[in-house]
């Protein structure tokens, strides 16, 4: 399986560049209106109460800042606390200055933690099951079970369209996300 992925994440990385380089900003500007849209219908009135925790893009990761920045309540990124363990999360602000994290991510420089009830999650890769395709060093998989295990959290793949492929492969450990926005539109999963 091993194998299987690292082959299927250099073909990934190889088309979300393309896609970031063709589409960038424009599509992130349509995925995020499309997100947006979809918490507002989904949450109604309660939007304002929820936490979101978005990312800081890295690479030709889709960016997104545009529905981080609208969000009408509390939002936050992930900080990497240590190797082989769950994602914690600070509080961000378009105006929180930022600092260089493990891996290079910027995190906010003071810790404000909070636990997200709606999670961005970023991806190389996934299926129209709900599968998603990450770097490999399964941060996301970990929280998303210690955040599912504790209650309900959304989780929400955001990326562009051409990051999407017939199969994702998977391995037990790995989590599912409930919904993926790209430009072209949302699909609602059934897990």
Same mark, same amino acid.
Not at 2 to 10: E, P
Not at 77 to 104: C, E, Q, Y
């Given at each position: ?18 896609? +970031? ?14 997100? &947006? @849209? ?8 309660? $939007? ?8 800081? #893009? ?5 960016? #997104?800042?545009? @529905? ?10 992930? /900080?990497?606390?240590?190797? +082989?363990?769950?994602?914690? !999360?600070? %509080? ?11 891996? &290079?991510?910027? /995190?906010?420089?003071?810790?404000? #933690?909070?636990? #997200? ?8 890769? !996934?299926?129209?099951?709900? +599968? ?5 060093? &399964? !941060? ?6 210690? $955040?599912?295990? @504790?209650?309900?959290? $959304? ?32 699909? /609602?999963?059934? %897990?």
């Amino acid at each position: 399986m091993t194998d299987n992925k690292s082959a299927s994440r250099a073909l990934a990385t190889a088309r979300r560049a393309e896609a +970031h380089a063709q589409k960038g900003e424009a599509a992130a500007r349509a995925a995020c209106d499309a997100l &947006g @849209a979809y918490l507002r219908a989904r949450f109604a009135d309660s $939007l304002a109460t929820r936490i979101l925790a978005g990312y800081m #893009p890295m690479r030709s990761e889709i960016d #997104p800042r545009a @529905a981080m920045c609208a969000h009408p309540g509390p939002v936050c990124v992930p /900080v990497i606390p240590a190797l +082989h363990s769950p994602l914690v !999360f600070h %509080r961000w602000t378009p105006d929180s200055p930022m600092v260089p994290g493990r891996f &290079g991510a910027l /995190v906010p420089e003071q810790a404000d #933690p909070l636990v #997200p009830h709606i999670l961005i999650v970023p991806l190389l890769a !996934f299926d129209a099951r709900g +599968h998603r395709l990450g770097y490999g060093g &399964g !941060f996301y998989d970990r929280t998303l079970a210690q $955040l599912r295990a @504790a209650g309900h959290v $959304l989780a929400i793949g955001l990326a562009y369209s051409a990051q999407e492929q017939p199969k994702v492969p998977t391995e037990p450990t790995d989590e599912k996300l409930d919904v993926i926005v790209t430009e072209a539109g949302v699909l /609602v999963l059934k %897990r």
